[in-house]
T-cell receptor
Framework: AQKVTQAQTEISVVEKEDVTLDCVYETRDTTYYLFWYKQPPSGELVFLIRRNSFDEQNEISGRYSWNFQKSTSSFNFTITASQVVDSAVYFCALSETSYNFNKFYFGSGTKLNVKP | EPEVTQTPSHQVTQMGQEVILRCVPISNHLYFYWYRQILGQKVEFLVSFYNNEISEKSEIFDDQFSVERPDGSNFTLKIRSTKLEDSAMYFC????????????FGSGTRLTVV
């Protein structure tokens, strides 16, 4: 079974549209961390956010916001007023207590295409 | 901001050859990792390393793979006899301590086996 599921393989939007990337995770641990990374065409992994399981407060950082809901095991990522530079593959990841949080499980990624 | 440095950024090797991928973790970090990403797929954990020994490895990390911290700064991944299916992006990462504090990925080495 997948520990992190990103059901949206690819999304295309027009610049200035809002877009939400879905992430659903599965864990038996009560303490865990969730992450989002951006992977531009150049290939590196760019860290966006780290959230622990006890902090369900939603977070906003500029045009980015994250909605963490333990009840549905989801950690969704919204980009407001998307820009062409947001085009990339976005990965959600999970780390768990049972591996001392040091092993990341990544989802399969969502490729976001933002068209001008 | 401190970085994890990986060299080379791209390596091409012939099938059956040995290859060593190099990483310089952040200087005060104690935990080191390798991940692999086959083109178009997700990033997968290979191995974690702490106190000069492997602390966890995935089923992907078979006898073809080995890791080493040969000195105080480098952390290497060796693939003994490369196969075509080893072609992938390899990411090194490091963290300060447990609970993934300061977990930082390098920019990756793209390995192409021909």
């Amino acid at each position: 079974a997948q520990k992190v599921t990103q059901a949206q393989t690819e999304i295309s939007v027009v610049e200035k549209e809002d877009v939400t990337l879905d992430c659903v995770y599965e864990t038996r641990d009560t303490t865990y961390y969730l992450f989002w990374y951006k992977q531009p065409p150049s290939g590196e992994l760019v860290f966006l956010i780290r959230r622990n399981s006890f902090d369900e407060q939603n977070e906003i950082s500029g045009r980015y916001s994250w909605n963490f809901q333990k009840s549905t095991s989801s950690f969704n990522f919204t980009i407001t007023a998307s820009q062409v530079v947001d085009s990339a593959v976005y990965f959600c990841a999970l780390s768990e207590t049972s591996y001392n949080f040091n092993k990341f499980y990544f989802g399969s990624g969502t490729k976001l295409n933002v068209k001008p | 901001e401190p970085e994890v440095t990986q060299t080379p950024s791209h390596q091409v090797t012939q099938m059956g050859q040995e290859v060593i991928l190099r990483c310089v973790p952040i200087s005060n970090h104690l935990y080191f990792y390798w991940y692999r990403q086959i083109l178009g797929q997700k990033v997968e954990f290979l191995v974690s390393f702490y106190n000069n020994e492997i602390s966890e490895k995935s089923e992907i990390f078979d006898d073809q793979f080995s890791v080493e911290r040969p000195d105080g700064s480098n952390f290497t991944l060796k693939i003994r006899s490369t196969k075509l299916e080893d072609s992938a992006m390899y990411f090194c990462a490091s963290s300060v301590k447990q609970e993934n504090y300061g977990y930082t990925f390098g920019s990756g080495t793209r390995l192409t086996v021909v």
